[in-house]
């Protein structure tokens, strides 16, 4: 219906079997490839997370341990790929997965030289690594989905945590009602992110279908604005 759908008909090797919604509502940010690598710096992380971009990558690093195998379900600008990949160090494993062709070549630019790291194109709702994983991590990908791939990609993370391993979520929250950020965000909400809001409403932990599986701790930062989801297996 739209000119993204006719790159992708003719041949477009970046628009090859990326989902409707990516090319339709995110196209901007994530799909088109001239303004993805425009993007993937760390001053635009820091600035679409208000500064607080450290403090919530801090969250993700310090849980994943030397040695571990650890899945990141989607890419992410900046540098976080390449110090999630050094945390899991020589003697684990990292794996990062995405749907878009671009995202891909700039994962597989930064972690070519890294020998634990694997980048992998699949869908974080059907991908099943070789093995169980320590950690499985959804950083801030879950607003960016429509409400059933919110269930989806829940229930398959939660499906590949090893034994005693967990699974992490940093995402948006519904802000505190003082927290002016939260008036901005719904404009932002409104015009450029029409799956987010669904987190505000709903709980990380009503998307999955076993949730009794696994205890869950969640803790908010920034007024609310976002969110720093645990859930670790209990078998």
């Known amino acids: 219906m739209t000119t993204l759908h006719t790159r992708a008909s003719t041949g477009d090797p970046y628009y090859q079997d990326v989902?409707?919604?990516?090319?339709?509502?995110?196209?901007?940010?994530?799909?088109?490839?001239?303004?993805?690598?425009?993007?993937?710096?760390?001053?635009?992380?820091?600035?679409?997370?208000?500064?607080?971009?450290?403090?919530?990558?801090?969250?993700?690093?310090?849980e994943i341990q030397?040695?571990?195998?650890?899945?990141?379900?989607?890419?992410?600008?900046?540098?976080?790929?390449?110090?999630?990949?050094?945390?899991?160090?020589?003697?684990?494993?990292?794996?990062?997965t995405?749907?878009?062709?671009?995202?891909?070549?700039?994962?597989?630019?930064?972690?070519?030289?890294?020998?634990q790291a694997a980048v992998v194109r699949a869908d974080a709702a059907r991908y099943q690594p070789e093995q169980k994983q320590d950690l499985v991590c959804s950083f801030f990908l879950l607003h960016e989905v429509?409400?059933?791939?919110?269930?989806?990609i829940v229930d398959n993370m939660l499906a590949q945590v090893a034994p005693g391993g967990r699974a992490m979520f940093v995402d948006y929250h519904k802000p505190r009602a003082w927290q002016p950020i939260g008036w901005l965000l719904k404009w932002v909400n409104r015009v450029l992110e029409p799956f987010a809001e669904a987190l505000w409403r709903n709980g990380i932990d009503?998307?999955?279908?076993?949730?009794?599986?696994?205890?869950?701790?969640?803790?908010?930062?920034?007024?609310?604005?976002?969110?720093?989801?645990l859930a670790r297996r209990k078998d």
């Open 66 to 96: 030397p040695g571990e195998k650890v899945w990141q379900v989607a890419h992410v600008y900046g540098d976080l790929v390449q110090r999630a990949a050094a945390r899991a160090g020589e003697e684990g494993r990292f794996t990062l």
């Open 19 to 62: 989902p409707d919604y990516m090319t339709e509502v995110y196209d901007w940010a994530y799909v088109n490839p001239r303004k993805a690598r425009l993007l993937d710096h760390k001053l635009v992380v820091r600035t679409l997370l208000f500064g607080n971009d450290q403090r919530l990558m801090r969250a993700y690093l310090d």
């Open 206 to 229: 009503s998307y999955a279908r076993e949730a009794g599986r696994f205890d869950w701790s969640k803790r908010t930062v920034f007024g609310g604005v976002y969110q720093i989801v």
């Open 98 to 115: 995405d749907i878009t062709p671009i995202q891909i070549e700039l994962a597989e630019g930064k972690l070519a030289a890294v020998s």
């Open 146 to 152: 429509p409400e059933n791939m919110k269930s989806a």
